[in-house]
């Protein structure tokens, strides 16, 4: 919402993406959503509708971790083993009601479905189910049931390993590999680190707070890594985590110039990063920066390797 105040306006997911889908025709959506909160049989039925009225734009970033109140707050209390478990069974169950033309019976430890059905079907069989997470449970979840495994970023190093990790643990399809980042992009490198100074000195104080209680308080694997203290908040010459103080979640960002900035995703490109979430703040000012001075440069690099 821009000020990361709990209390600020923020619109629901679901029902902002159904809005764009029918004034829109080329941008994808990627829908974070939480097993438990829908029954498993109307999501299906859902994301089918939407997806068809979207002619295919659709993607589920299916999120069954999360910080300490996450799931309190909407009336679910829940382990970290189960909500695991079930994200499990609903993506089966999922993928069960779009592929069959007629009824549907499942019968999961959480998910139980009798004679469901979804009609219409995915008309364009390109959905795809994103998961992400640092724990061994989601690591196990991903590997086995994502078409893309999804990192918030961390040092090449780091995120190179636990692409290497999945792929081992990987049993039959190996996803395809993500990576979740803000950049601040600016011509010069002393003006990037400028605007990433001031970008931090306009959250207010009681934010950096309530964020300081969450982090102290949370189990939550990656939310650990993301909210390390470093001097400055500098990790390394290009990583900065100052966001952290005000973001629950991604709070790293890669800072420079537009040549810096798309060294930077070359690197975890070669890695093993086979697509990029990217965003920056205010969101449209920065899309547009991205969108002319790193894209194309990126694309370049990326292309000439490639032939």
């Known amino acids: 919402n821009g000020s990361f105040e709990e209390t600020s306006p923020l619109a629901e997911t679901w029902t902002t993406v159904s809005a764009l889908t029918s004034v829109t025709s080329k941008i994808r959506f990627l829908v974070a959503i939480r097993p438990g909160f829908i029954s498993t049989g109307l999501f299906a039925q859902m994301a089918s509708t939407l997806e068809n009225i979207g002619?295919?734009?659709?993607?589920?970033?299916?999120?069954?971790?999360?910080?300490?109140?996450?799931?309190?707050?909407?009336?679910?209390?829940?382990?970290?083993?189960?909500?695991?478990?079930?994200?499990?069974?609903?993506?089966?169950?999922?993928?069960?009601?779009?592929?069959?033309?007629?009824?549907?019976?499942?019968?999961?430890?959480?998910?139980?479905?009798?004679?469901?059905?979804?009609?219409?079907?995915l008309k364009f069989d390109n959905l795809k189910f994103y998961l992400g997470g640092a724990s061994n449970a989601a690591l196990d979840l991903a590997s086995n049931k994502s078409d893309v495994y999804l990192n918030w970023i961390e040092d090449v190093e780091s995120i190179g390993s636990r692409i290497n990790k999945m792929k081992s643990n990987a049993k039959g399809k190996i996803p395809s590999f993500g990576l979740r980042t803000?950049?601040?992009?600016?011509?010069?490198?002393?003006?990037?680190?400028?605007?990433?100074?001031?970008?931090?000195?306009?959250?207010?104080?009681?934010?950096?707070?309530?964020?300081?209680?969450?982090?102290?308080?949370?189990?939550?694997?990656?939310?650990?890594?993301?909210?390390?203290?470093?001097?400055?908040?500098?990790?390394?010459?290009?990583?900065?985590?100052?966001?952290?103080?005000?973001?629950?979640?991604?709070?790293?960002?890669?800072?420079?110039?537009?040549?810096?900035?798309?060294?930077?995703?070359?690197?975890?490109w070669h890695v093993g990063v086979d697509e990029f979430i990217l965003s920056g703040f205010p969101h449209l000012e920065e899309c547009t920066r991205v969108a002319n001075d790193v894209l194309p440069l990126l694309s370049s690099w990326i292309s000439k390797e490639l032939i």
């Not at 971790?65 to 994200?87: K, L, N, P, T, V």
């Not at 490198?189 to 982090?215: C, G, H, M, P």
């Open 55 to 121: 002619k295919g734009r659709l993607d589920i970033n299916v999120v069954p971790g999360g910080i300490q109140g996450d799931f309190e707050r909407f009336g679910e209390e829940s382990s970290h083993e189960f909500r695991y478990s079930r994200a499990s069974e609903f993506i089966d169950a999922c993928k069960k009601l779009w592929e069959s033309p007629s009824y549907v019976n499942f019968d999961g430890d959480f998910i139980k479905l009798k004679n469901a059905i979804c009609s219409p079907g």
């Open 182 to 268: 803000h950049l601040v992009v600016r011509d010069t490198e002393e003006d990037a680190w400028k605007a990433a100074s001031y970008l931090i000195s306009q959250v207010s104080d009681k934010v950096k707070i309530d964020r300081s209680n969450t982090f102290a308080s949370t189990s939550m694997v990656g939310q650990q890594i993301q909210s390390k203290r470093f001097v400055d908040y500098k990790i390394n010459d290009r990583l900065w985590n100052g966001i952290s103080i005000a973001r629950v979640n991604c709070g790293t960002a890669i800072v420079g110039t537009p040549e810096q900035v798309s060294s930077e995703l070359l690197k975890y």
